[in-house]
């Protein structure tokens, strides 16, 4: 099978004015997505930023090229700081990152592979809010949830995605902004065949964007051995 580019042109950092954006979120939906927030990389209301989600009480689940960059250059954790349920100045909580680990094939001769655009961050203190929890099943319709450079101070947000699979991507018919990057992209699982109100689940994380599409990588097997153990990510 054909592998897709190792590099693609497509990275959030690059990307040009997109046609359209997640519009935000209504004030009063934003308590029920406290466990996703914005990812400060030079502290705690900085604008350089991306997506990220909690999804241990200290571990929060983001893109590797957003602490790394397209090269592997790796960021200084004491740059990062992790704001859950940022709204305007206002949020549910806050920790500094203490580390962090990227995917072991997220970077190979300093070139990312989009296909392992993957990273754990391990927070200083865990948060005292509820984490989202991972999903197994990448069908749609997804949900696509973050902070963008239109709207950095407001999560914004769609419900109704198509998708389908890329290789080992997903494509997903939701365009995205600088920002999204490492932001959530959810399924609504149920725990009974049954039941009402499925929740939603975390199946994948936004890589990059051409505008028209969104690649997001699936969530595997490194991360949730890593959500399996948790001493390591335990600072």
């Not at 004030?27 to 029920?32: E, L, N």
């Not at 700081?81 to 549910?92: K, L, S």
Request: with cysteine; proline share 11%.
């Amino acid at each position: 099978m054909a592998r897709l580019p190792r590099l693609l042109p497509l990275l959030l950092c690059a990307l040009p004015a997109a046609a359209q954006d997640l519009p935000p979120l209504p004030p009063g939906d934003h308590a029920a997505w406290q466990a996703i927030g914005r990812v400060n990389t030079r502290g705690y209301n900085r604008r350089g930023m991306c997506s990220g989600t909690l999804i241990a009480p200290a571990l929060v689940l983001t893109a590797a090229h957003c602490v790394a960059g397209p090269e592997g250059d790796p960021v200084d954790p004491a740059r990062l700081h992790f704001v859950a349920g940022w709204f305007g100045g206002d949020y549910a909580d806050h920790a500094q990152v203490a580390s962090y680990e990227v995917h072991p094939e997220a970077y190979k001769d300093h070139r990312l592979d989009i296909e392992h655009d993957l990273a754990l961050l391990a927070l200083a203190r865990p948060l005292e809010i509820a984490p989202l929890t991972l999903g197994s099943t990448p069908a749609p319709p997804f949900a696509l949830l973050g902070y963008h450079d239109t709207q950095p101070n407001r999560l914004s947000g769609r419900f109704d995605c198509d998708g389908t699979r890329a290789h080992a991507l997903l494509r997903l018919s939701c365009p995205v902004r600088p920002g999204n990057s490492g932001g959530p992209v959810l399924v609504r699982e149920a725990d009974a065949p049954d039941a009402p109100d499925a929740p939603w689940r975390v199946i994948g994380v936004v890589s990059a964007t051409n505008a028209r599409s969104t690649l997001a990588v699936p969530v595997d097997e490194w991360l949730r051995a890593h959500l399996t153990r948790g001493a390591p990510y335990t600072p």
